[in-house]
Every structure is written in structure tokens, then in C-alpha cells.
């Protein structure tokens, strides 16, 4: 069983900045084999992928997020992170990570964030 949590949401303003946190109760191994992905959902709305790790070094992002959000990770701490710059009132949702992890699709309970237009 693998836990996920999220952190490090919040209440910014307009063009501010926040970084996510998601803390993976795995081994460092299994964390550094397996891709992670941030997904958000906003009141009202579907959950939408924003970022996907397609590999060591690439990530997908979402076109709304693209050149906004980065996804990086530190492996010996077994956490992926989301920069998030010049957030906008449309980024205002929950912000969940997921890992398929040896066939079982892993959530943790997300993460609110909140953008004063």
C-alpha cells in the first residue's frame, strides 16, 4: 500500500507563485522507478492532468500550464514537487498527485489552491 500526500497549497494572490509538495510513503527505489503525475479539479469541473513524467527527463504539461509549472523531484526524499509561477484565478482547484505503482492507481487527498483575482 502506498501513500501519497500533497502540501503546500494556499491562498495567493494573482501572478503569485506556490510550490507543491507530494511526500510518496515508498521505497527510494520504487519512487525513483515509477512515474508520478499532478492532476487538479475545480469546483464544478472534471479533474484535468497538468503535468505527467514521461520519463527521467521529460514531462508533459498541460497547454493552460506550459511554461508556468514545472515538475521536479528529490528521490532520496521519495518527493515530487509542482512549481507553480504567475498563477492565475483559473489555476483555483485541488491538486491531487497519482502514480501507478505495480498496477494499482494511487491518489493522495490533494491539496487546495486558491488564486485572488
Known amino acids: 500500500q502506498v501513500q501519497l500526500v500533497e502540501s503546500g497549497g494556499g491562498l495567493v494572490e494573482t501572478g503569485g507563485s506556490l510550490r507543491l509538495s507530494c511526500a510518496a510513503s515508498t521505497t527510494t527505489d520504487i519512487f525513483r522507478r515509477h512515474n508520478f503525475n499532478w492532476y487538479r479539479q475545480a469546483p464544478g469541473k472534471e479533474r484535468e492532468l497538468v503535468a505527467r513524467?514521461?520519463?527521467?527527463?521529460?514531462?508533459n504539461y498541460a497547454e493552460s500550464v506550459e511554461g508556468r509549472f514545472t515538475v521536479s523531484r528529490d528521490n532520496a526524499r521519495r518527493t515530487l514537487f509542482l512549481e507553480m509561477n504567475n498563477l492565475q484565478p483559473e489555476d483555483t482547484a485541488v491538486y491531487f498527485c497519482?502514480?501507478?505503482?505495480?498496477?494499482?492507481?494511487?491518489w493522495g487527498r490533494g491539496t487546495q489552491v486558491t488564486v485572488n483575482s
Open positions: 497519482n502514480s501507478l505503482i505495480f498496477g494499482t492507481d494511487y
Open positions: 513524467e514521461v520519463s527521467e527527463t521529460v514531462t
